[in-house]
């Protein structure tokens, strides 16, 4: 998915302090992070709820970006039509639970995201995408996450991979691990940093207590329902934040209806970045080269079957970069 603000800020991310001194989690429970709405651009303008990066949380691991859509009524909004745009220095994540998106890549990949299956794109040195949801699609619900690369592995060559979880049953959940291991399940799926992702779906009043790697930060964004993470009472949309250092994670479900979440994990991010549009990179060169080479139609391929003209790059700011970091 792209990031189709008109004027994206240029975003250093760092893993320790914050410019604001807001305190992070503590003995009262998790971090709550609530999303913004941003429109993905068109004359109706489908929203997504984007809960990173944000003030006061910029990674979770090296996860960087999170938006959460829907369930949107495709008749009434057009549905996602986002066309060929270009990404470096991360993967991208889709995740559906309703809906179905067409997805065209410069590599050739020609390829569906469907409920409960792992699409993940690695942008690396440069690809470029489309993302548009298909005709019999009434209903789009789903998530799009970003990872960023490490510095030795950001100009890795693109791919694309595709992956369908099992679904494993716990006492109290449902589990679809799609990277990662939890809950005795483990993704094959490769990656360049340690991580964690997964859909759980809480039984009405159940109480799940999983084990997890205590070197990983986790957070849990709530898709329908409420959960209560570490005390702390979670309602749709949010994000709920806990450092490392544990080595359970204890979830409850409330409501006597079930609840599905999306777990994301990871040891703490030990780099800046600076995401700006579609980028993830180090440096404003950096950003301003890739932005360059897009408009000048080099380095990121074609995205063939696309009927219609490519994202124009937005005008990079000409001021200087102002850091944003996570909460201590």
Same mark, same amino acid.
């Given at each position: 998915? &792209? ?7 240029q975003?250093?991310?760092?893993t320790?302090? $914050?410019?604001d001194?807001?305190?992070g989690?503590?003995e009262? *429970? ?6 913004r $709405?941003?429109?993905?651009?068109g004359?109706?303008?489908m !929203?997504?709820?984007?809960? /990173? ?7 979770? *691991? ?7 859509? #829907?369930? $949107? ?11 060929p745009?270009?990404?470096? *220095? ?11 998106i ?5 590599l ?6 469907r409920?409960?299956? /792992?699409n993940?794109m ?7 995408? &489309? ?10 619900? #789903? ?5 960023a690369?490490p &510095?030795?592995h950001r100009?890795a ?13 716990v006492?109290g959940?449902?589990i679809?691990v799609f990277?990662?291991?939890l *809950?005795?399940?483990?993704s094959?799926?490769p990656?360049?940093?340690?991580l964690?992702?997964a ?12 084990p997890v790697?205590p070197?990983?930060?986790? #957070?849990?964004?709530v ?12 309602n ?5 934040y ?6 359970t ?5 409330p ?21 700006w549009?579609?980028?993830?990179g180090?440096?404003t060169?950096e950003?301003?080269?890739?932005r360059?080479?897009?408009t000048?139609g080099?380095?990121?391929g074609?995205v !063939?079957g696309? $009927? ?15 850091p944003? !970091?996570?909460?201590?």
């Open positions: 998915m &792209s990031n189709v603000e008109t004027e994206p800020a975003t250093r991310c760092g320790t302090g $914050d410019a001194g807001r305190p989690p503590d009262r *429970g998790a971090e709550v992070l609530t999303p $709405d941003v429109p993905l651009g004359p109706r303008a !929203k997504v709820r984007r809960t /990173l990066p944000q003030r006061a949380r910029t990674l979770i *691991g090296a996860w960087c970006f999170a938006d959460h859509y #829907g369930p $949107d009524d495709v008749a009434g909004t057009g549905g996602m039509d986002v066309a745009h270009p990404h470096i *220095g991360l993967q991208t994540v889709s995740w559906l639970f309703s809906g179905e067409e997805h065209r890549d410069s050739g990949t020609h390829a569906y995201v409920p409960g299956e /792992l993940l690695t942008g690396g040195h440069g690809i470029s995408h &489309s993302e548009v949801s298909t005709p019999e699609t009434t209903v789009l619900h #789903g998530v799009q996450l970003w990872v690369l &510095s030795e100009s060559d693109p791919d694309f991979q595709h992956f369908v979880p099992e679904p494993v049953h006492e959940a449902e679809r990277l990662g291991s *809950g005795g399940s483990v094959p799926v990656t360049f940093t340690p964690l992702g859909e759980l779906t809480l039984a009405p009043h159940a109480t799940v207590t999983l790697d070197a990983f930060e986790h #957070g849990l964004l898709d329908t329902g409420e959960a209560v993470l570490d005390h702390t009472t979670l749709a949309a949010e994000l709920g806990t450092p490392p250092g544990t080595e994670l204890t979830l409850h479900n409501a006597p209806t079930p609840t599905r979440t999306v777990l994301l994990g990871g040891p703490p991010f030990g780099e800046e970045i600076i995401m549009w579609n980028f993830v180090r440096s060169e950003i301003a080269q890739a360059e080479d897009w000048a080099r380095r990121f074609e !063939k696309y $009927d219609g003209d490519p994202l124009p790059a937005p005008t990079l700011p000409n001021v200087a970069l102002k944003r !970091k996570n909460s201590r």
